[in-house]
C-alpha cells in the first residue's frame, strides 16, 4: 500500500512537471515520509484534509508492517483503514492525470 502513494505522489508531482521538488541530494524520490512532508508543505497542488490523513494512517499501518517485527498487517487492520486507502488513491489518480 506505501509503495502504491509513494508512486501516485510521484506520478502527480511529474504530472505537474515538477518533481524535482520531490528529490533528495542524490537524485532520488524521496521515500514516503519525505512525500507527505512536501505535499504537505509545497503549494503544487493543494491536498484535502482528507488526502494529509489518509497518507498518514497508511503509513503508519505499511511502516509497523515493514518495521516491527512482531507485527504483520491482518486483514481486520486493513479494514479499517480501507476508506483511508480509497480516499487518498482516488484524489491523487485524479490529480495525476491517471484517471
Given at each position: 500500500?506505501?509503495?502504491i502513494?509513494?508512486?501516485?505522489?510521484?506520478?502527480?508531482?511529474?504530472h505537474?512537471?515538477d518533481?524535482?521538488?520531490?528529490?533528495?541530494?542524490?537524485d532520488?524520490?524521496?521515500?514516503l515520509?519525505?512525500?507527505?512532508?512536501?505535499?504537505?508543505?509545497?503549494?503544487i497542488f493543494?491536498?484535502?484534509?482528507?488526502?494529509?490523513?489518509?497518507?498518514?494512517?497508511?503509513?503508519?499501518?505499511?511502516?509497523?508492517?515493514?518495521?516491527?517485527?512482531?507485527?504483520?498487517?491482518?486483514?481486520?487492520?486493513?479494514?479499517?483503514?480501507?476508506?483511508?486507502?480509497?480516499?487518498?488513491?482516488?484524489?491523487?489518480?485524479?490529480?495525476?492525470?491517471?484517471k
Amino acid at each position: 500500500m506505501s509503495q502504491i502513494l509513494e508512486t501516485l505522489i510521484i506520478e502527480v508531482y511529474e504530472h505537474k512537471q515538477d518533481e524535482c521538488k520531490i528529490k533528495g541530494v542524490d537524485d532520488n524520490y524521496l521515500m514516503l515520509s519525505g512525500l507527505i512532508s512536501k505535499v504537505e508543505s509545497e503549494n503544487i497542488f493543494t491536498p484535502s484534509r482528507n488526502l494529509i490523513s489518509g497518507l498518514k494512517t497508511v503509513k503508519r499501518l505499511g511502516d509497523l508492517s515493514a518495521h516491527n517485527r512482531r507485527f504483520n498487517a491482518r486483514n481486520t487492520d486493513i479494514e479499517q483503514i480501507r476508506t483511508d486507502l480509497r480516499v487518498t488513491s482516488e484524489e491523487l489518480l485524479q490529480l495525476s492525470g491517471l484517471k
